[in-house]
């Protein structure tokens, strides 16, 4: 069949809608490849205000550093009604297979997490309590739960700090001026209905002293090869500032799950360093057009959030006074980047 007769008999089917629509448009899949292939990422920051009674915040950004509210200043998740659970502390936010998860602190003094999740940030499941503890009763608190994905076994990794009875008591001078003496824990989970039994992640030794906020990532460190791979752990000196503590500081391990290097390196960011010299904590981690970007929470310093980079984890750069935050004394919340395409209608 010749071009001009083939063009013939195609503009008849075309009349008569006899030819697929799938040999001129792509699939809406094929299409949302493509447009998550062009479409920039995203900064996200969720936080809260106050002793977080009155729910979750969002803040976004295009680089990293000028933030801007998301929603136009609403709450994007009011605080549950749990009684003295009730708190929305902390929120880590992961973003896995086109949902978002949510976890937060629920009290000061409590054995459970809370934990939604949302496809576009408007739309919530209905908050869950987790007791993560099961039916242990000797612990005090769990802190700061922080979310990843677990690519080896394709699990949820949650981590966090708490105090056990035992570790509290064991005479070893390791608590912190609170009456607290945390380690870190952790534990996993596929649908956030069934959890492993929670698990030592990490006690610093010589000395031994109470931390809390753990936050890891993953470091190639710039080459193909995964011989080198390791994890990097940021974490928070829990002891006072006279006993060196309020700082974060970092320790490595071959695998996500450690056992990480059991002393803890020197303090990077917070009290007693060079860069912003108050309390850190609440930090995040992760790498970012060739330099690691660490994100943290001070609270009374004139920054409120802070930032950090570093090309090598050992030098560090203060870029705290280049942020532009919505809002005053932001408090602990965990910056991640998704897809521009899954919050469209919240961004102006």
Known sequence: MNSIRQASVLMLLLTLNLVPSVCWAQAPEAQFRERKEITSDVFLLPYFLGNGETGIYFAYSHDGLKFRWLADREVILPAPD????????????????????????????????????????????????????GNRQDIKNTWAPELHWN???????????????????????????HGYDHRSYFSMTRDFKKFTKPELLYSPQDPEYSVIDPFIAHDDRGTDSKKDDRWVMVIKHELGEAQGGKNLRLTFSKNMLGPYQPKLGPPIVGAGTSIVNQMGEGPTLFRHEGKWH??????????????????????????????????????????????????????P
């Open 82 to 133: 749990w009684g003295n659970e009730s708190l929305t502390r902390d929120p880590s936010v992961l973003y896995h297979d086109g949902r978002f998860h949510m976890i937060w602190t629920t009290s000061w003094n409590s054995r459970t997490i809370g934990y939604a999740s949302s496809k576009n940030l408007r739309d919530w499941s209905t908050p869950r309590r987790i007791e993560i503890w």
């Open 294 to 347: 660490l994100y943290w929470d001070a609270p009374g310093s004139e920054f409120s959030y802070c930032l950090a980079t570093s090309k090598d984890l050992v030098h560090w750069e203060n870029r705290s006074a280049e942020l532009e935050l919505p809002v005053k004394q932001m408090r602990h919340g965990t910056v991640l980047r998704a897809p521009l395409l899954a919050i469209p209608s919240l961004i």
């Open 151 to 177: 690519p080896e076994q394709k699990r949820f990794l949650i981590l966090w700090s708490s105090t056990s009875l035992e570790e509290l008591n064991d005479g070893d001078g390791s608590e912190d001026p």
